[in-house]
T-cell receptor, first 118, second 114 residues
Framework: AQKVTQAQTEISVVEKEDATLDCVYE???????LFWYKQPPSGELVFLIR??????QNEISGRYSWNFQKSTSSFNFTITASQVVDSAVYFC???????????????FGKGTHLIIQP | DVKVTQSSRYLVKRTGEKVFLECVQD?????MFWYRQDPGLGLRLIYF???????EKGDIPEGYSVSREKKERFSLILESASTNQTSMYLC?????????????FGPGTRLTVL
């Protein structure tokens, strides 16, 4: 069975500070995908990034960056120079190959509520 | 833009009622999913479907069933609603089996069972 742990229930930072959200995953599969989603107060989940298990390169997209380390089974997310609009709940999720070679539903962590104070 | 719509944003039902939650996507996606979201528990997968008339159990299927008669529509059915099914229900879709595209989510239906 798969498991995703987001140990930080809530993080509060002052605007323009950096915020790092931790994600640790567990799976016995060698082929898997990791995702981050953002859920703003409006409620609709927004896709941020997908990373497969064979690609350990870190990724940067604007103020967002992701650090994938298979050795520690972690896929951490950093927001640089945070803004109030970044306030949201962020979910890390994991998907593995099923027996048919496709992807099943996502296994989500419990989410981290990020609060950016002005 | 991919659009996933859910029939109701808020719904109040009574214990024992049969409840239908409807989800429609407009991008010809093969895969559709139903999750429930509860405080402190994150999102949990109830059922998913790879194709019309196909369904697979997720992590918490008990008390639920699904129907997929058309590719674009995926319905979640609570045969006899109970108070512990009060939750936020999220529908999602993705492109196709074997394709690792991201899932697109609808706005959610907040169901209260009294």
């Amino acid at each position: 069975a798969q498991k995703v742990t987001q140990a930080q229930t809530e993080i509060s930072v002052v605007e323009k500070e950096d915020a790092t959200l931790d994600c640790v995953y567990e799976t016995r599969d060698t082929t898997y995908y990791l995702f981050w989603y953002k859920q703003p107060p409006s409620g609709e989940l927004v896709f941020l990034i997908r990373r497969n298990s064979f690609d350990e390169q870190n990724e940067i997209s604007g103020r967002y960056s992701w650090n994938f380390q298979k050795s520690t089974s972690s896929f951490n997310f950093t927001i640089t120079a945070s803004q109030v609009v970044d306030s949201a709940v962020y979910f890390c999720a994991l998907s593995v190959l099923n027996s048919g070679g496709g992807a099943d539903g996502l296994t989500f962590g419990k989410g981290t509520h990020l609060i950016i104070q002005p | 833009d991919v659009k996933v719509t859910q029939s109701s944003r808020y719904l109040v039902k009574r214990t024992g009622e049969k409840v239908f939650l409807e989800c429609v996507q407009d991008m010809d996606h093969e895969n559709m999913f139903w999750y429930r979201q509860d405080p402190g528990l994150g999102l949990r997968l109830i059922y998913f479907s790879y194709d019309v008339k196909m369904k697979e159990k997720g992590d918490i299927p008990e008390g639920y069933s699904v129907s997929r008669e058309k590719k674009e529509r995926f319905s979640l059915i609570l045969e006899s609603a109970s108070t512990n099914q009060t939750s936020m229900y999220l529908c999602a879709s993705s492109l196709g089996q074997g394709n690792w595209d991201e899932q697109f989510f609808g706005p959610g239906t907040r169901l209260t069972v009294l």
